[in-house]
């Protein structure tokens, strides 16, 4: 597929797991997307922390632009969305001090209530809306000022992840708004930094770059890099899209298609992390969002993204590495579905194991539960976890693997019952994005957990947002409802019913 001059972009859509470069062509009718390079993204271990190697994502970053150039690709703009919570720190120099902590890293243990004892828990809410996890930004900063003091000191800088690579391609320092806004440090009604917050943190404010909203152009990408990648003159503006990948993928999300029932406008993302909620206009911030840990992150036009966090699909991530890496996630998917219809064929929830009933068709875990943060053998963590919860012992990939399907997908409905009474509003329908979506037994099983039709589609919903916010910014469409029209009719989707 040729890319046009007329209307090509770049992204760079970084997960926990993997990142690559996608080039989007605009016909002025459709989108069609180009894979143009994928790399992976992995923690590095040095001396028990666990760190970003974000030199060797910026170099996979720089070689993709040279294989976009490759292939004729001449594109218009640039965005990065990433990621959130984690950051790097600079120097008076502008130079990186140290590479940045992966946000799963044990240092941020007991953060939460060293912080508690600064500023109550509750007032942090009440001015921010941000669900609380062990590594927000907010704990993250608290553990480096406890243990990497010579680090604190020296820092004069802070810029998140997306914000660092639009660092390095520009030259130019910025916080993005929606990146920013899952650090639990921003006013979500004033969608700025809260001053008391970080007075009682003692956390200076003029660590912090100046401020940008989704699709801001930055200037342009530096003229020595676009040279080195074969651009030479070419003017490629850089702009700042939503940069938090899920702020990407909600714009990246046509609600609304016809014939779909769907008048709710519910997202679940799904990925590492998986991502269920709806846009508001406004931040919800009361009593019941506090008790239910819901969070308002930032979102793109204006709108906020009232969501719950769920522990993703890393849960098979870690499962197939436990497994030697050996098995594909199709092969998983399927262990999983073959001891599901096992189960219920053989009626296994009525049968008796030494006179007790055998809940082997009822293994199911919590994917919040602090045994699947960071384990180091996933498929004995999901083992243990079931028999420490009186549902016997999973034996074999597909029955571990089933109690996480199964698991996962109960935290889905769950959380679902809880944004509709929360927001006051019903969902019929959950649109789901994301490359998790290519996993069908998870599509069925979400339908019938929840009890509600599913959209499943488009995958590439964080590139697909991060190019329109850029068309946008670059005066090629009218803006965001614009760019979901493009989307809508340029991608198909399946729909699933509950079975």
């Known amino acids: ?27 002025g009718e459709k989108l069609s997307l180009r894979e143009v390079h994928r790399f992976p993204n992995d923690p590095v271990k040095a001396r028990g922390r666990f760190y970003w190697d974000a030199l060797g994502l910026f170099r996979e970053m720089t070689l993709g ?11 218009k703009s640039v965005g990065i969305d990433t990621w959130g919570v984690d950051y790097a720190l600079f120097d008076r120099d502008k130079s990186l001090v140290g590479p940045p902590v992966f946000y799963r890293d044990s240092r941020t243990d007991g953060m939460k209530d060293e912080v508690a004892g600064l500023m109550p828990l509750r007032e942090i809410y009440d001015r921010t809306g941000i669900q609380f996890m062990d590594f927000n930004t907010i704990f993250q900063l608290r553990a480096d000022m406890r243990f990497r003091p010579a680090v604190w000191e020296s820092a004069r800088k802070l810029l998140f992840m997306p914000d660092l ?6 030259g130019e320092m910025f916080n993005e708004y929606t990146i920013a806004s899952t650090s ?3 006013n979500a009604g004033e969608r700025a930094l809260d001053a008391e917050i970080l007075k009682k943190l003692d956390i ?3 660590l912090f770059a100046d401020m940008v909203l989704p699709g801001s152009i ?9 040279s080195e990648a074969g651009f030479g003159a070419d003017d490629v503006k850089f702009v700042a899209v939503g940069s938090h990948d899920t702020a990407s993928a909600v714009a990246g999300t046509p609600f609304g298609r016809a014939g779909s029932g769907d008048t709710g406008g519910v997202f679940l993302s799904c990925g590492t992390w998986s991502l269920l909620g709806r846009e508001a206009d406004a ?26 966090n769920i522990n993703g699909l890393w849960i098979i991530q870690k499962l197939r590495e436990s497994k030697g890496g050996e098995l594909g996630y199709g092969e998983i998917a399927q262990a999983a579905r073959s001891a599901r219809a096992g189960g219920q064929a053989s009626g296994q929830a009525n049968r008796q194991v030494n006179g007790q009933p055998d809940k082997r068709a009822d293994f199911r875990i919590d994917p919040n539960a602090p045994a699947f943060m960071a384990p180091g053998d996933m498929e004995k963590a999901v083992a243990d976890y079931c028999e420490e919860h009186g549902q016997g012992r999973p034996s074999g990939l597909g029955e571990i693997a089933l109690a996480v399907y199964s698991g996962l997908t109960e935290e889905y409905r769950a959380q679902l019952e809880s944004l509709e009474e929360l927001t006051g509003r019903a969902a019929p329908v959950i649109n789901m994005v994301g490359g998790g979506i290519r996993d069908e037994f998870l599509c069925e099983l979400t339908a019938s957990a929840t009890r509600r039709k599913i959209v499943a589609g488009p995958v590439e919903a964080s590139v697909l947002g991060n190019i329109a916010v850029q068309m946008a910014a670059v005066g090629d469409i009218a803006g965001m409802d614009e760019g979901r029209e493009i989307i809508g009719r340029s991608f198909e989707r399946k729909e699933y019913e509950p079975s």
């Open 1 to 27: 597929m040729k890319m046009t001059a007329a209307g090509s972009y770049l992204a760079f859509d970084l997960g926990a797991s993997g990142g690559r470069l996608m080039a989007g062509a605009f016909d």
């Open 204 to 206: 200076p404010r003029e």
């Open 218 to 226: 930055i200037g342009g990408v530096d003229r020595e890099i676009l």
């Open 65 to 75: 632009l040279r294989k976009a150039k490759s292939l004729g690709i001449r594109p």
């Open 165 to 170: 690579f639009g660092f390095f391609l520009t």
């Open 283 to 308: 931040p919800i911030i009361n009593g019941d969002t506090y008790a239910r840990n819901f969070t308002n992150e930032g979102g793109v036009n204006g709108k906020i993204r009232f969501l719950k």
């Open 184 to 186: 639990q440090l921003l």
